[in-house]
């Protein structure tokens, strides 16, 4: 089925019958998810001979747009999922680039790092990383997580496990060891989007789920850039669709 029949057939059977409840009691859009990831609009870009659409920028900006306009916290949770997958299909291995193409793997973004101190400015380089043999320990917090504890993923940025510059990204499991995500939700994204803070107390990880080599993930991060500023979302803070992303770069 094109990607456009069943956008309008996800849109009129599961994200704007449940929009209006989404939004009053602040409910993540769990059912529209899960309708989007069957009609194969979760994997819209990933490369199809993993059984993803093999589509691009232009149309998952179109699709954010539409599902937007109908509820903006899925729109929200799309956008972050869509630029989240612009690092798994570009470094992530095969078994979960297969997730993400039939609709099995949520993705998320945990770019900005918050200070202890409500209302500071996030430092850029406030995550670390440490690596004990093939294990890495990332300690920090981010703020704004969209889909925070939802999401099955989180693209986290830390300063590289071993000097250099620029940050490193890794692809951590919404299951891995020390993860947190505090029982109610603080962030700035619609009503609903399970926007949030994220923290890693440690978060241990093996030492491959670093996403490119450490410290030179600035081609990933001009990625994101490019995907955020396609994707406009109503109340989704600044016009990149994440608030600090651009001090990351």
């Given amino acids: 089925m094109p990607f456009r029949s069943a956008l309008s057939h ?33 994997g819209l870009t990933v490369a199809t001979d993993l059984g993803g659409g093999g589509l691009g920028l232009a ?7 539409d599902v937007s306009r109908a509820c903006p916290a899925t729109g929200a949770v799309l956008r972050s999922h869509y630029a989240a997958v612009a690092f798994i299909e570009a470094y992530g291995s095969h078994w979960i680039r297969r997730k993400v193409a039939v609709g099995l ?30 294990v890495v320990a990332l300690r920090g917090r981010k703020r704004d997580v969209v889909g925070a504890g939802e999401a099955d993923s989180y693209i986290w940025s830390s300063r590289p496990a071993h000097g250099g510059e620029g940050p490193a990204l890794w692809l951590v499991s919404a299951d891995a060891p020390g993860l947190f995500v505090p029982a109610r939700p603080s962030g700035d994204g619609p ?3 399970a926007t949030s ?34 994707m406009s979302v109503p109340g989704a803070g600044s016009p990149t669709g994440a608030p600090g992303v651009r001090a990351l770069t």
């Fill in 105 to 134: 793997h949520l993705g998320t973004l945990a770019l900005t790092d918050a200070t202890g101190t409500p209302g500071a400015a996030p430092s850029p380089t406030a995550s670390t990383a440490t690596r004990t043999g093939d």
């Fill in 197 to 230: 803070t994220v923290c890693a107390d440690p978060v241990l990880l093996p030492a491959g789920a670093l996403l490119e080599r450490d410290g030179e993930a600035d081609g990933l991060l001009s990625t994101v850039h490019a995907w955020l500023a396609t």
């Fill in 191 to 193: 009503r609903g989007s």
């Fill in 59 to 65: 149309e998952a900006g179109e699709v954010v747009t």
């Fill in 10 to 42: 996800v849109l009129s059977s599961a994200v704007e019958p449940s929009a209006e409840e989404t939004g009053a009691r602040g409910r993540f859009p769990r059912a529209s998810v899960t309708a989007l990831g069957e009609a194969g609009l979760l």
